[in-house]
Structures are given as C-alpha cells and as structure tokens.
C-alpha cells in the first residue's frame, strides 16, 4: 500500500510553532549553535517507494532564522506499487528571515522511480542556502529513474527553474560526457542573499567537475559531478564556506 504523507514545519523568531511529523517523516527539533532554531528529519519508516506521495512545508516567517538537515540519506526504492513515486519540498521564506536548507544525500536505488520537486518562494530581502545531492545507484549497482525540479522565486519573480533527469526513461545522453560523464554523484548549492546585490559572486570553475555562476538576481549557483557522495560533498561545503559562512 503506497503511503501518502506531508510533514511540516512553521518557524518564527520565537521559535518552532509548528513541528507536525507524517507518516515516514518524523521531523525532531536537534541541538543547534548560532542563532538557528534546528530541525531534523528522521526516517520513520522506509520511504519513498513506489506509489508514495510525500511532501515537506517549512514556512520561516518574517525574521526567524531556520536550519532544516536530515539524519540520513533518503533512498528511493522499487515498491509494490508499479507507479512511481513523488517528494514534493515546498520552502517560504519571509522578510529577513533566513533558511538553510541540509538535507543528505538523495540515492536513486536500482528500480526505483522517483520524481523530486522543491519549490522555494523568498520574500525580497530573505536570504536562503539550499543543497540537493543525488547519488544515482548504491554501491556497484544501476540507478533507478530520478526527475528532480527546482524553481526558485524571489519578490513574486522567477529566480531559477531547471529541471534534471537521470536513469532509465530519462532523455538520452544524461550519461554522457555532456551531463554526468561517467560520474555517479551529482549536486548543487544555491545561495540568495541580498548583500550579492552589490558584489556578485564571480564565475569560476572550482576543480575539474564543479562551476559557480552568479544569477541574474542576489544569488550564486554551484553545480557538481562526482564520482561520490564523499567527493560532491567535500566540494559543496568548501564553497558553501566562502558564500555563506556561518
């Protein structure tokens, strides 16, 4: 039997005033340093599976400052359900009100069908540091079919809007040398941050597989390929660093 389940998540500068758990999603609010109120979703339950339709609001209204990370990586697996399954993260953030948005890592298991939507919606001087990280396949094992979708707006405008597919029934070519080139990992980080829009992030190249390009908006993008989850990591949180230290 497929699951069905929307766990969400209200912060505001007083803190947490809405920890609502669901189904596999149990959300647990976690020792934090600095000036964050911390979440940690915690997997209840094997999930998503085929059939699933599960779902992630985090709401941080005018002011608060939110860190949202995870407890493990989520594995999308085959399920009894033929159908394939849906995560949707739906993300608002308010007037000076900050987010970090940490989750681990994404594994597209072998047989599995997975499609990944995150909608962000930024108030005009919000600030917000997003990560995605997806490993396509365990260890020595084939990845499933993976669809992920970011759109980002800020102010009511369009930000970032992309879409990503990966695995069997995606558009030929995803593993080629023009998108993954072998490699197994695949992430980004996405940093808004008003301050930018006096000092824009400068493109670079960051190793052999990894870019930083500004956006046209207060914002900076990393995009990265690896051959692990290690790997994509270690080159995320580098950069992560230098545009949004802590």
Do not use: N
Not at 79 to 100: K, N, W
Not at 169 to 181: M, S
């Amino acid at each position: 039997m497929s699951v069905h389940a929307t766990a969400r998540i209200v912060a505001t500068p007083e803190g947490l005033s809405v920890l609502a758990s669901d189904g596999p999603l149990a959300l647990r609010r976690t020792r934090a340093t600095g000036p964050y109120t911390r979440v940690t979703v915690v997997g209840a339950m094997t999930a998503p599976l085929g059939g699933d339709r599960l779902a992630v609001e985090a709401e941080v209204r005018d002011g608060a400052r939110l860190t949202v990370d995870s407890a493990a990586a989520t594995v999308a697996l085959p399920g009894r359900d033929a159908g394939h399954a849906c995560y949707d993260v739906r993300l608002t953030v308010g007037e000076g009100a900050e987010l970090r948005w940490l989750p681990e890592q994404l594994v597209s298991a072998h047989g599995s069908d997975l499609r990944m939507r995150t909608t962000v919606d930024l108030a005009a001087g919000a600030r917000l540091v997003l990560r995605e990280e997806q490993v396509l396949g365990r260890h020595a094992e084939e990845p499933g079919t993976l669809t992920t979708r970011l759109t980002v707006r800020r102010a009511g405008r369009p930000l970032l809007d992309q879409e990503l597919a990966y695995g069997p029934g995606a558009p030929g070519g995803w593993d080629g040398g023009a998108v993954l080139g072998g490699h197994r990992a695949v992430g980004q980080l996405l940093v808004v941050d008003p301050d930018f829009d006096g000092k824009p992030a400068e493109s670079r190249l960051i190793g052999d597989t990894a870019a930083l390009t500004p956006l046209a908006g207060p914002a900076a993008l990393v995009t990265a390929v690896a051959q692990d989850a290690l790997s994509l990591r270690r080159v995320l949180d580098e950069t992560l660093t230098v545009l949004a230290p802590r």
